[in-house]
Structure formats: C-alpha cells, structure tokens
T-cell receptor, first 115, second 113 residues
Framework: DVKVTQSSRYLVKRTGEKVFLECVQD?????MFWYRQDPGLGLRLIYF???????EKGDIPEGYSVSREKKERFSLILESASTNQTSMYLC??????????????FGPGTRLTVL | QQQVKQSPQSLIVQKGGISIINCAYE??????FPWYQQFPGKGPALLIA?????SEKKEGRFTISFNKSAKQFSLHIMDSQPGDSATYFC????????????FGKGTMLLVSP
C-alpha cells in the first residue's frame, strides 16, 4: 500500500527556533512536494524536488528551505520560525511520469504552531 | 494571481441530494484536471480526474463535467451521503512528469443526514 509518512502530527515551537519537518515515502517516487494548508487559502506549494539533491521553489518559498539527500526523504526547514508560519504542512510524492494521471500521494500532515 | 478559482467555499446538502462544486482556470496550457478529497485529520487523496479530450467522466456517484471553451470544470456528487462530508479541492496542471498541481482554495461539503 502506498505510504507517505510525516515525522510529527503536531508540533509546537517558539519564535526564532529552527524547525525540521520530515517526510518519507516508500513508493520509490521521484517527485516530492511540500505544501502548506490554511483555511480559505487552500493548498499552496512551498518547494518541490524531482530528484535527489534537486529542489525547485514553489509559490511561497520565502522563509523555508528544503533538503533531499535520499530519494525517499524530503525535509522542510524553517530557518527561524515565525508566528505566520503556524499552519498545516503536507508532504506529497508522485512518480516522475505516469503516462496517464500524475497522481500525488499525500501524507497525513503536520500541524505546526509557532508561539 | 490565482489560476484556479473554486466555488462555493462551503456547501450544505441534504442526504440524497446533488452536490455541485465549480472551478474555473485561466491557463490554457493546463491539460489535466483532478479533484482531491480530504477528510478531517487526513491528507488529500485523488478522487477523480479528467483530461480535456472528453467532456465528462463518471466514476460511481462522482462525475466531472468539463467545458474547455469556458475554461470551467465541475464535480457533481449524486445521491450525496453523510460519508461524503469532506473538503474537496479542484486542481489543474500540465500532465508531464515535471509539472506541479495548482489547487483551488477548497470547498467544505457537509451532507446532513
């Protein structure tokens, strides 16, 4: 069964802390994505990666960075957390090209609160 | 600039009724239009998707209607059930391995018993 796991379901951090959100997929997918989900704003893409050590900015990369050292793992880093980064963070993965539908598989999300 | 506009923001439908959610897009290069369903506490999951070479796709009680000239597509849920209560996101992309999904803002559907 397809699986995307995220290291924490809930996380509380202080302003200014460095925060790591981890995502692991077991489907050997090339593509991995980080989104944030906020009420009324939907899903917004932060960063994505097509391959190990590759990264591309999404729509809202400011204040975030990512790391992909292994194919199955994609980390989102908040260098200095701020209260406006309080949100639900979702990780997703997909194969590079399905030839049909480019389905993304999502993890359960990490709800981050920055105090 | 929002490239996929979704409405309504929330919807209440009685059990057995038809739920309709609409989306409009701007980028004519989009050629893949999925709908994702998200239950509370879960990540979104693909529900149904359509390519623009057809005007309608049906899977069980769920149907996508697609109007290429109007750049609009909609999700219809027939015989809506309380178990359909969830947040629904439309999305669009170019169907290539390097393409990303552009999501609408979501519709929270509540089906009352």
């Amino acid at each position: 069964d397809v699986k995307v796991t995220q290291s924490s379901r809930y996380l509380v951090k202080r302003t200014g802390e460095k925060v790591f959100l981890e995502c692991v997929q077991d489907m050997d997918h090339e593509n991995m994505f980080w989104y944030r989900q906020d009420p009324g704003l939907g899903l917004r893409l932060i960063y994505f990666s097509y391959d190990v050590k590759m990264k591309e900015k999404g729509d809202i990369p400011e204040g975030y960075s990512v790391s992909r050292e292994k194919k199955e793992r994609f980390s989102l880093i908040l260098e200095s957390a701020s209260t406006n980064q309080t949100s639900m963070y979702l990780c997703a993965s997909s194969i590079l090209f399905s030839g049909a539908y480019n389905e993304q598989f999502f993890g359960p999300g990490t709800r981050l609160t920055v105090l | 600039q929002q490239q996929v506009k979704q409405s309504p923001q929330s919807l209440i439908v009685q059990k057995g009724g038809i739920s309709i959610i609409n989306c409009a897009y701007e980028n004519t290069a989009f050629d893949y239009f999925p709908w994702y369903q998200q239950f509370p506490g879960k990540g979104p999951a693909l529900l149904i998707a359509i390519r623009p070479d057809v005007s309608e796709k049906k899977e069980g009680r769920f149907t996508i209607s697609f109007n290429k000239s109007a750049k609009q597509f909609s999700l219809h849920i027939m015989d809506s059930q309380p178990g359909d209560s969830a947040t629904y996101f439309c999305a669009a992309s170019m169907n290539s391995g390097y393409s990303t999904l552009t999501f609408g803002k979501g519709t929270m559907l509540l089906v009352s018993p």
